[in-house]
T-cell receptor, first 115, second 113 residues
């Protein structure tokens, strides 16, 4: 099936540093999404991107929808300890007669922030 | 707080048994999806229900089945459990068939021995 390749797998950074992670796919998606998952919780939506080339911010988070529609990146600026968690990219396709919201997720990036 | 609840939180079963996991969505959320998340992986789409009918399925065998009820609750049933079925099972609900804004529950951790 479809796979999203997310990198890096893990990151260890100091508080205050900026973070960048990205996601690539062999297939085109109509929508790219970034989620954060804390231990014992389900994923929570951070940012949604709907158009190729789109750059969207949510506080210290900035994400971009790649021009080819096969990639996306997420940046976190001035990291803080509560940014710790697992970040997932996800793609959504609305293709032809397949009208259902199947999210395809990447493998996740584990972020650790040292105070 | 997404307004989506799941029960039970944890569950231990043995190989060959059957299990039912439950999800309660927000009022008005007529679409629910189920995902399987193995340890260290991203969630994998199992299937989606819209207005009490299955409307899309991922690469999972028929022993994975579901039900959706008019009161915005739903169930995931797994028959003939296998060791590889051990995972976190997440449900996600929304008000639209193809909405990007899906609200996830906290999940049920299933361990198959």
């Amino acid at each position: 099936g479809q796979q999203l390749n997310q990198s890096p797998q893990s990151m260890f950074i100091q508080e205050g540093e900026d973070v960048s992670m990205n996601c690539t796919s062999s297939s085109i998606f109509n929508t790219w999404l970034w989620y954060k998952q804390d231990p014992g919780e389900g994923p929570v939506l951070l940012i949604a991107l709907y158009k190729a080339g789109e750059l969207t911010s949510n506080g210290r988070l900035t994400a971009q929808f790649g021009i080819t529609r096969k990639d996306s990146f997420l940046n976190i600026s001035a990291s803080i300890p509560s940014d710790v968690g697992i970040y997932f990219c996800a793609g959504l396709i609305n293709a032809g007669g397949t009208s259902y919201g199947k999210l395809t997720f990447g493998q996740g990036t584990i972020l650790t922030v040292h105070p | 707080e997404t307004g989506v609840t799941q029960s039970p939180t944890h569950l231990i079963k043995t190989r060959g048994q059957q299990v039912t996991l439950r999800c309660s969505s927000q009022s008005g959320h007529n679409t629910v999806s189920w995902y399987q998340q193995a340890l260290g992986q991203g969630p994998q789409f199992i299937f989606q229900y819209y207005r009490e009918e299955e409307n899309g399925r991922g690469n999972f065998p028929p022993r994975f089945s579901g039900l959706q009820f008019p009161n915005y609750s739903s169930e995931l049933n797994v028959n003939a459990l296998e060791l590889d079925d051990s995972a976190l099972y997440l449900c996600a609900s929304t008000t639209d068939l193809v909405a990007d804004t899906q609200y996830f529950g906290p999940g049920t951790r299933l361990t198959v021995l």
